[in-house]
């Protein structure tokens, strides 16, 4: 099992940056992969970016070269920097554990939510 808490949500006006901030209860090494989601009203959950235990990232086309996920290990805390921030990037982002050996294989934050204003 694995519990998520994010943090670092808030509003923000287009251009600007914010950090969300992932901890994970127990070692990251032990968790396949994780990511950030995003959801707004109305549509699907949809990936924002991912790391996985070996440290290869990817990246939705609407946020590459705007977006970086990283994680500190010894914290056992995943990050999505999110700098040059649109109206279009406002929503509850949830952070994701991915475990494909655990039924069920995936885990979920609170969610934090982003607003970006124009």
């Known amino acids: 099992q694995v519990q998520l808490v994010e943090s670092g949500g808030g509003l923000v006006q287009a251009g600007g940056s914010l950090r969300l901030s992932c901890a994970a209860s127990?070692?990251?090494?032990?968790?396949?992969?994780m990511g950030w989601y995003r959801q707004v009203p109305g549509k699907q959950r949809e990936l924002v970016a991912a790391i996985t235990n070996v440290g290869s990232t990817n990246y939705a086309d609407s946020v590459k070269g705007r977006f970086t996920i990283s994680r500190d290990s010894a914290k056992n805390m995943v990050y999505l920097q999110m700098n040059s921030l649109k109206p279009e990037d406002t929503a509850v982002y949830y952070c994701?554990?991915?475990?494909?050996?655990?039924?069920?294989?995936?885990?979920w934050g609170q969610g934090t939510q982003v607003t970006v204003s124009s």
């Open positions: 994701n554990a991915h475990r494909p050996w655990d039924k069920p294989n995936n885990y």
């Open positions: 127990r070692s990251i090494f032990s968790i396949n992969t």
